[in-house]
Structures are given as C-alpha cells and as structure tokens.
C-alpha cells in the first residue's frame, strides 16, 4: 500500500495564513470538489484554548454535588468565525498530571488562568490546524476533577461520556468547577473520536458500549476490553494487587481525602480469590459490545505482557458480531504505541481514518486491507479480512514421545499420561528453551519440522484434563515456535523500541507545547524459539468461570486455557510446540503448595485457528493432505513490506 510521509508539518503563521487565503478564494468549482484530506490550513498558535467542567449527574465522592470533570480543548479560532462546526478528537485519561502520556510522559501544563498550555501527545499540534477540535479529559478523581476513579466502572466511564453528550448538545457544562455559568458547545457539529493508549483506550472501549449518540469511531490501543481478564484468567491471579491499588495511585490529592467508601467497594467487590463479581460484570465492555455503534480502529502488541492479547480476541469478534466497521494492526511489541513503532505510518493512517469517519471524506480508507501485522521488525503484511477467510479452528493433539517429557503434537489422538510439578520459580522461557529436554517442570510436546508455512490467527483454547495431588493447582498453557529468528526484543525495558535522541516533527509548535517528539528504533533479539501465545488458568475454577472451588487430590478434572489471539506464521522448517505446565513465575500469588499434575494426554487437545484449516496443517505437518480435508477460500493476504524509512532516522 503506497504511504505518503508527513514528517515535519510545522508551518509558519505567514504560511497558514496563505493557505487559508487560498482555500478562502477558490473557485466554487474546485471548492466544491468533494475533499480527499483535511490539510492544515488554520493557525495552531492562535488556537483557542479553554477548559470547561462537564457535569457527569454522580456524587462519587458523597460531598452533596454532582461531580465535574475538567475538559481542556484546543480547537482552531477560523471555523467558528466562519461560521463553520468542526468535529472533536477525544482522549480521556487518568494519568494527566500523575504519570504522563506517551514514551516522553509528558503532562498537561496550564497559564495563569488555568488554560491548558501543554496537551500532551501530537495529536492536538496535528489535527487542530486541519480542523478538528482536542478534547483532553481528566477522569473524574484525576486532575483537576471532582469524583473517585473507580477503573474502569460506571464513574470511569461516565467521565468520558458525560463530555460527548454535553458535545452532541445533551449535557450540561461550567465554565468554572464551581460556578454556575454555562458553557456551550456551539462550536462543534457532535460528531467525536476517541482515541488513547492503556486506561485511556480502555474507556474509548467502555464509552463505546453505552451506545451513546455522537460517538463516530474509537481508536483502542493496547485497551482492555474486560477488567476481570486484566487482572485474573479463569480464577488465576495476574498481578499480586486489584484496583483499589491502581485508582490510589491516579487519584488527585482531593480524591484521596474524600474516596475512601470508593476504595472498600474496590476491595470488596474483587476479591483476590479471582472469583467473578458484580464488581467485574459492570467493567465488562464485551458483554454489551452489541450496543456499540461507533467504528472501532484497534491497536495491540501481540507480546503485550501487560494487557494481555487475551483483550483482543472477545472484543474483536462481539463487534464483528454486531456489524462495526474495523480495522486492526497487530505489532511484535509488548506495550508500545505505534507512534512509536511505526510513526509515519501511523499518522498517515490515523489522519486519514478520521477524515473518513469524522469529516466523511471518500479517501478509501475503508477499503484498504482491514490488518496490518507486523511480521518481522519493521516489516508487515496485510490481510484483506482478519481473521483471514479460510482460517478454521484446527484440534491437536498431544502424544506420548520416545523420551517422557518429550511429546509429539498432532492430528492423531495421544494415549498414556505426562506428568509435571510445579516450578513457580520457571516461566514460559524456561520451559520453552528446553523444551526438547526432559524436565520435571513442564510437559512438551512437537511437530515434526514443517514442510510448509503455517499460519495461526486468531485466539486458541486448549482443553487439559490433569489429576492433581493437592487441593489447589494452576495451569499455564502456551503456543512456541521452534526455531530462529530475529524479533522485537519485547522483554527488554522498551518492549520492543530503542529511543533516540534525534526528533521528528508531527504538526505545528507553539513555545510550550512543540510537536516534535523523540525518534525510536526497532530493539531486536536473535532468539531460538518465539512465544506465539499463552494462557492461564486456576483448575479450582474447572466447573464454573464464576466461582473456584478446592480440588480432591487424586481426582482427575478437566479445564479449558483461552489464550490470547495472534497472528503468526511458522515458516517452514520450524516447530509449533504446546507446552503445559504450572505456574509462570512472571504471575503472581501461586499455589501455596507446589502440586504434581498428571495430564491425560488421551482428553487433552488444543483448538488452534489455521489458515487452511486441518488440510493446511496436514500439508505442513506431513506434507499430505487428509482425504477428508475441504478446501478452503483463499485468506486475501500481501506479503511482508517494509516500513516507510524517515530520512534521517536511521530507519
């Protein structure tokens, strides 16, 4: 797909004036055509910038008012002395003053009269002189908000969408935090994105699944789609703290003082049990992905080891049951924006999503390949649907080997038994480097070396049926291929990116608040073997996803993993192996007992999606093809392209 770069867009006021003289004095012909792209015709530094207090219609904190929100807009001054409306790009978050946004972490900054000086991220620089307002939000109990955050529950979301109806002309809005004169939202025509990384993608997600009116497109990246699968899988703890820690972390100083009944429904209603909740059934997004109207534009890290794959899987398929127009880009990082992986790429893509979805340009965005996955650093391929059409779940099974430990994986159903301990001081890389070494630790289990590429995408669930030896155990389950390769190094502190010294610029710059951020740079690593995917789950939680229950030693229990999606493709002459073992050390609160598993190989099988279905894995496993194999459509794939190289950068 041919990629238009547009680095370094800084103009002069000289210049934006020009060209919206330009603009001013076309010929009605030519100012008729219908546009193919927003251009930035409107002056950046003379930009009107104003905060509100959108009123949200809750009493978080229990003081007797309802709580406002702040709303920081940067919105160019031209189209409404035109008497123009302009739609609005959103991004509401909890970390504007605490912790910062992007790989610079930056903060909002403000003037002497409270006005937002500094917006952090370039999307303000960028998009305002092309006619779109910023609406920066601080979450209700961040900031220079009234409330409590409650991560990612009915006052999170609320915040967000309390500010997109008051744009739609429905809510009510302060020009101060406590005063009593309106604000109006007579500038814009109500038409809003919402775009942001981590919690801020989370809420785009959770704003999306009320429904409300005026909500044109979100932007998720790396987003959690249900705040249960953030913290637990099937009853195993991920992270050895719940969300009372993480809204104290956000809170303002003011909230701290006045969220303290906030902070016991926190502890209470998400017990380290992993048990489900009322608590977790109100942050479930997926649950009412069919009130979604708003296309959806996701982003995620394939090696996001913080929010996990496991949060893409779910969501991208309610919304595909529901009719949303997607679009999806998978990268080889861990937690990483792609401003920061693939930036001009990205800005190129992003603006042209926007004109589509929020000015209604015809510029073909909607027509292009709906993934981008990144196959090797810096080097992607796209897929005209994703899942491709012709991908179908593919059963393997695990097989006793010459060596016990040492499994086979295949077609065939496996017979006899393997057993492991658990090691909770052993993770997924320690099973996976000896995997062809006989360990008390894990179970592994091979293909032969594959004769063709084999790709995998989409989520896989494997099913274990495993005899314990004490009354609480947990299970890992996780996907490798075996074999080298060079990869984004996602363990590394920068998850996948190495950042520069050297800046590019992305939009126009005022003295406080410049649009040129830090370059970065693929950090890669020769390995041996990749993680294609995992999963995790406590077998107490074997007969209910809801409730654990404790084990009877020697009785034999079966579980399904669901493990995160992906998009893979084992080349020819690898290995796809399945490892099953106990816990991974990298999750936290493991069993206090170190139980032995003995897994029934004959009741244990793993559901893996395959472009080509079993035929396809058949042709890679062995070379042939099953009589009964069906054919299948063809997945709508291009092969690897480079990523546009910045003159400059060294990429």
Same mark, same amino acid.
């Given at each position: 797909?041919?990629?238009?770069?547009?680095?370094?867009?800084?103009?002069?006021?000289?210049?934006?004036?020009v060209?919206?003289?330009?603009?001013?004095?076309?010929?009605?012909?030519?100012?008729?055509?219908?546009?193919?792209?927003?251009?930035?015709?409107?002056?950046?530094?003379?930009?009107?910038?104003?905060v509100?207090?959108?009123?949200?219609?809750?009493?978080?904190?229990?003081?007797?008012?309802?709580?406002?929100?702040?709303?920081?807009?940067?919105?160019?001054?031209? !189209?409404?002395?035109?008497?123009?409306?302009?739609?609005?790009?959103?991004?509401?978050?909890?970390?504007?003053?605490?912790?910062?946004?992007?790989?610079?972490?930056? %903060?909002?900054?403000?003037?002497?009269?409270?006005?937002?000086?500094?917006?952090?991220?370039?999307?303000?620089?960028?998009?305002?002189?092309?006619?779109?307002?910023?609406?920066?939000?601080?979450?209700?109990?961040?900031?220079?908000?009234?409330?409590?955050?409650?991560?990612?529950?009915?006052?999170?979301?609320?915040?967000?969408?309390?500010?997109?109806d008051?744009?739609?002309?429905?809510?009510?809005?302060?020009t101060?935090?406590?005063?009593?004169?309106r604000?109006?939202?007579?500038?814009?025509?109500?038409?809003?994105?919402?775009?942001?990384?981590?919690?801020?993608?989370?809420?785009?997600?959770?704003?999306?699944?009320?429904?409300?009116?005026?909500?044109?497109?979100?932007? !998720?990246?790396?987003?959690?789609?249900?705040?249960?699968?953030?913290?637990?899988?099937? $009853?195993?703890?991920?992270?050895?703290?719940?969300?009372?820690?993480?809204?104290?972390?956000?809170?303002?100083?003011?909230?701290?003082?006045?969220?303290?009944?906030?902070?016991?429904?926190?502890?209470?209603?998400?017990?380290?049990?992993?048990?489900?909740?009322?608590?977790?059934?109100?942050?479930?997004?997926?649950?009412?992905?069919?009130?979604?109207?708003?296309?959806?534009f996701?982003?995620?890290?394939?090696?996001?080891?913080?929010?996990?794959?496991?949060?893409?899987?779910?969501?991208?398929?309610? %919304?595909?049951?529901?009719?949303?127009?997607?679009?999806?880009?998978?990268?080889?990082?861990?937690?990483?924006d792609?401003?920061?992986?693939?930036?001009?790429?990205w800005?190129?893509?992003?603006?042209?999503?926007?004109?589509?979805?929020?000015?209604?340009?015809?510029?073909?965005?909607?027509?292009?390949?709906?993934?981008?996955?990144?196959?090797?650093?810096?080097?992607?391929?796209?897929?005209? %649907?994703w899942?491709?059409?012709?991908?179908?779940?593919?059963?393997?099974?695990?097989?006793?080997g010459?060596?016990?430990?040492?499994?086979?994986?295949?077609?065939?159903?496996?017979?006899?038994?393997?057993?492991f301990?658990?090691?909770?001081?052993?993770?997924?890389?320690?099973?996976?480097?000896r995997?062809?070494?006989?360990?008390?630790?894990?179970?592994?289990f091979?293909?032969?070396?594959?004769?063709?590429?084999?790709?995998?995408?989409?989520?896989?669930?494997?099913?274990?049926?495993?005899?314990p030896t004490?009354?609480?155990?947990?299970?890992?389950?996780?996907?490798?291929?075996?074999?080298?390769?060079?990869?984004?190094?996602?363990?590394?502190? $920068?998850?996948?990116?190495?950042?520069?010294?050297?800046?590019?610029?992305?939009?126009?710059?005022?003295?406080?608040?410049?649009?040129?951020?830090?370059?970065?740079?693929?950090?890669?690593?020769?390995?041996?073997?990749?993680?294609?995917?995992?999963?995790?789950? =406590?077998?107490?939680?074997?007969a209910? =996803?809801?409730?654990?229950?404790?084990? @009877?030693?020697? @009785?034999?229990?079966?579980?399904?993993?669901?493990l995160?999606?992906?998009?893979?493709?084992?080349?020819?002459?690898?290995?796809?192996?399945?490892?099953?073992?106990?816990?991974?050390?990298?999750?936290?609160?493991p069993?206090?007992?170190?139980?032995?598993?003995?897994?029934?190989l004959?009741?244990?099988?793993?559901?893996?999606?395959?472009?080509?279905g079993?035929?396809?894995?058949?042709?890679?496993?062995?070379?042939?093809?099953?009589?009964?194999?069906?054919?299948?459509?063809?997945?709508?794939?291009?092969?690897?392209?480079?990523?546009?190289?910045? !003159?400059?950068?060294?990429?």
């Amino acid at each position: 797909m041919p990629t238009r770069m547009r680095s370094t867009t800084w103009r002069s006021l000289a210049s934006v004036a020009v060209a919206a003289l330009t603009a001013a004095l076309l010929t009605p012909a030519v100012a008729d055509a219908a546009p193919r792209e927003s251009r930035p015709v409107y002056s950046y530094e003379n930009a009107v910038r104003e905060v509100v207090w959108v009123d949200t219609g809750l009493d978080g904190d229990g003081d007797g008012k309802t709580d406002r929100v702040a709303a920081d807009i940067v919105r160019p001054r031209e !189209p409404a002395r035109q008497g123009r409306k302009i739609p609005v790009i959103m991004d509401a978050s909890p970390y504007y003053s605490c912790c910062g946004r992007g790989n610079e972490s930056q %903060l909002k900054t403000y003037d002497a009269d409270g006005r937002v000086v500094q917006m952090p991220l370039f999307y303000d620089n960028y998009f305002v002189p092309r006619g779109y307002a910023f609406v920066g939000v601080d979450l209700a109990g961040t900031n220079r908000s009234d409330g409590c955050v409650d991560v990612g529950g009915r006052s999170d979301i609320q915040s967000a969408k309390a500010v997109v109806d008051w744009l739609g002309g429905r809510g009510k809005a302060y020009t101060t935090r406590t005063g009593t004169t309106r604000a109006k939202a007579t500038w814009t025509n109500g038409r809003t994105g919402m775009i942001g990384k981590s919690w801020d993608g989370t809420i785009a997600n959770g704003v999306a699944a009320t429904g409300v009116e005026g909500l044109k497109t979100i932007v !998720p990246i790396s987003a959690i789609s249900t705040w249960y699968d953030y913290y637990f899988s099937k $009853g195993a703890p991920l992270y050895d703290s719940g969300p009372d820690w993480l809204s104290d972390y956000v809170d303002s100083p003011d909230a701290r003082a006045k969220c303290a009944a906030v902070q016991r429904q926190l502890v209470e209603g998400a017990p380290r049990t992993g048990d489900r909740t009322p608590l977790w059934s109100e942050r479930d997004y997926v649950r009412a992905a069919s009130k979604v109207k708003a296309s959806v534009f996701l982003v995620h890290g394939m090696q996001d080891l913080n929010v996990r794959m496991q949060h893409v899987g779910p969501w991208w398929n309610a %919304l595909a049951k529901n009719g949303v127009e997607r679009k999806i880009w998978l990268s080889q990082t861990g937690h990483v924006d792609p401003f920061d992986f693939r930036r001009a790429q990205w800005v190129d893509t992003l603006h042209r999503w926007f004109d589509h979805e929020l000015l209604g340009y015809d510029n073909g965005v909607d027509r292009e390949p709906m993934a981008d996955i990144e196959r090797h650093p810096d080097q992607w391929a796209t897929s005209k %649907l994703w899942p491709p059409s012709g991908t179908a779940p593919t059963t393997l099974r695990p097989a006793e080997g010459a060596r016990e430990g040492v499994g086979t994986l295949g077609l065939r159903q496996g017979t006899g038994t393997e057993t492991f301990t658990d090691d909770p001081q052993l993770s997924e890389t320690d099973w996976a480097a000896r995997i062809d070494t006989p360990t008390p630790d894990k179970a592994g289990f091979t293909t032969g070396p594959l004769t063709k590429d084999l790709r995998l995408s989409g989520a896989s669930k494997v099913t274990v049926t495993a005899t314990p030896t004490t009354s609480t155990a947990h299970l890992s389950a996780v996907l490798v291929d075996l074999g080298p390769d060079t990869i984004r190094d996602y363990g590394a502190a $920068g998850e996948g990116i190495t950042t520069l010294t050297d800046r590019t610029c992305w939009g126009a710059s005022t003295t406080g608040d410049s649009a040129c951020f830090q370059q970065t740079r693929a950090k890669t690593a020769a390995v041996d073997y990749t993680v294609v995917s995992r999963g995790w789950a =406590d077998l107490g939680n074997h007969a209910s =996803d809801v409730k654990g229950v404790p084990l @009877t030693p020697g @009785t034999a229990y079966t579980i399904t993993l669901d493990l995160g999606a992906t998009d893979h493709v084992v080349p020819a002459g690898h290995r796809l192996a399945l490892i099953v073992a106990g816990t991974d050390k990298d999750l936290i609160d493991p069993p206090s007992t170190r139980p032995t598993l003995t897994v029934d190989l004959s009741r244990t099988s793993a559901r893996v999606p395959v472009v080509g279905g079993t035929a396809a894995f058949a042709r890679a496993a062995t070379g042939s093809t099953p009589a009964a194999a069906e054919a299948t459509a063809r997945d709508g794939v291009t092969g690897p392209r480079g990523t546009l190289r910045v !003159p400059g950068s060294g990429r």
